[in-house]
């Protein structure tokens, strides 16, 4: 009976830089079961590449290789697996058995793959090694037992699923000269059960023991002899046929456990310094992440996140509108204009009641804070005793300024002032709490206001003495000298801190600079 059939088979690999190769050329073969092929060769000339693609290792070819009918170029993913497990039986010329696993394990291998039962996978590996003459070695480890017996252990392996194809490669190429013989008339005797048994090799020796030898050179088929016929054996062992599935989530774990047992101490060693590395990393983000957060929180902590500061426009020049070099008015208006909005003097800065009904109608915002702010030039100052200090910024309290800003003492409340620690500690030791002297000037005359320290203060970022009151007391200074106080800075209060960025663009759009 027709097992495989190898039609106008071409293998062409891919060069790496550029062009190609023709492995195989045109190679046509039917194989039958109970046949033992010998496919001889030298080395280059092919014989691997046929081998692995009958194998099903390599599905990258031209033409036909037919297993009980179907291509397997045509084979889905599932089949090819299923093929690999139940169809083919590799002997390899090296072994390759595991070697923390005993005799029994090794040649059940295959059988664990395929999610059969332990006791079923047992019994038959233990039937198989008994049939290879290994009875006395079943729970050995490979390294315990002779090249010759190594290769019968592989045997019974290929066997274990009773598959109908045998591809030996080189099988006796690693074994003496008696080895060899003992190993061929078991691989006879494999064929002489029903299977076919294709071998590779490149010695006329082993190929002496085929019934059938086919000859490669150079990717092509050069002969196919038949040189025999073999008697198949009086009786055969039936075996009830194996149910293909993915090997279980038990067997997985069971087949780590067994390999990370047997190589411990490299594992550990891996295991340790994988948990260092992975320790380093985590470290190197958390340090990360924790100065970002800290220089965050830090800064929030000076001015409130939930606080919008509006100004009526912006204490910048503009770039954009700089006057003809040669108006030398316009120059001068303009300068004009720019001190007025750093010093916060002028009636340009100062916001209308028709200005604070606009903003105070922008969503998300719960408050609005009137505010004033001044930048004087030596003409504001602060006194104690005999001891002196300019102030260069004078402004409102507003909910921007926090409680982590205030280093001593608290907020101003009525006829009080916070003052800068810089300048506190100018005046006079442990000065919160005491009655200092307030002079300022208002519209070019200078007036004096008795005032208590309620606490001192410290802006990130700045080194300008700094002095802060209430806007109701500044108002009242300002009407009692005849003036009328109006706000030139605007603060927008909202509960929810993600409405901030919202609310700045709200402002923008209206025409503030915020």
Known sequence: MDILKLKNVVKIYKMAGGGTFEALKNINATFSAGELVSIVGESGSGKSTLMNLIGGLDSDFEGEISYRGKNLRDYTAQELADYHKKSIGFIFQNFNLI????????????????????????????????????????????????????????????????????????????????????????????????????????????????????????????????????????????????????????????????????????????????????????????????????????????????????????????????????????????????????????????????????????????RLEKGYSTLSLGTNSVSYGDKNATIMTLQTMSSNITKSSIVSGKAPGKDEVLLDKGTADLLAKNIVGKEVTFKLTIDGKQVEQKLKVSGTYEQQGSNFSTAIVRYSDLKDIFAQNGQTLKPNVVYLYTKDKDNTEKIKDEVKKLGFSG
Do not use: W
């Open 99 to 366: 070697p923390h696993l005993n005799l029994i394990d090794n040649v059940a291998l295959a059988m664990t793959l395929s999610n059969v039962d332990k006791e079923t996978r047992v019994k038959r590996a233990k039937e198989l090694l008994e049939k290879v003459g290994l009875k006395d070695h079943l729970y050995k480890k490979p390294d315990q037992i002779s090249g010759g017996q190594k290769q019968r252990v592989a045997i019974a392996r290929a066997l274990i699923n009773d598959p109908d194809v045998i591809i030996a490669d080189e099988p006796t190429g690693a074994l003496d000269a008696e080895t060899t013989d003992n190993v061929l008339a078991l691989i006879k005797e494999i064929a002489q059960s029903g299977k076919l048994v294709l071998m590779v090799t490149h010695s006329d020796r082993v190929a002496a023991h085929c019934t059938r030898v086919l000859r490669i050179d150079n990717g092509e088929l050069v002969s196919d002899e038949v040189t025999g016929k073999l008697e198949p054996l009086a009786t055969r062992t039936e075996h009830d046929a194996i149910e293909v599935k993915n090997m279980s989530l038990f067997n997985a774990i069971r087949l780590a456990f067994l390999n990370m047992k047997a190589k411990l101490g490299r594992n550990t060693l891996v295991a340790f310094g994988t948990s260092i590395g992975i320790m380093a990393v985590v470290l190197m983000l958390s340090i990360g992440r924790g100065v970002t957060n800290y220089i965050k929180d830090t800064m929030n902590s000076y001015t409130n996140p939930n606080v919008t500061e509006v100004h009526r426009q912006s204490m910048m020049p503009d770039p954009d509108k700089q006057p003809d070099m040669d108006d030398h008015a316009e120059i001068s208006r303009m300068q004009q204009n720019n001190m007025a909005a750093l010093t916060g003097s002028g009636t340009d800065n100062d916001f209308t009641t028709k200005d604070i009904t606009k903003l105070k109608t922008i969503k998300h915002v719960d």
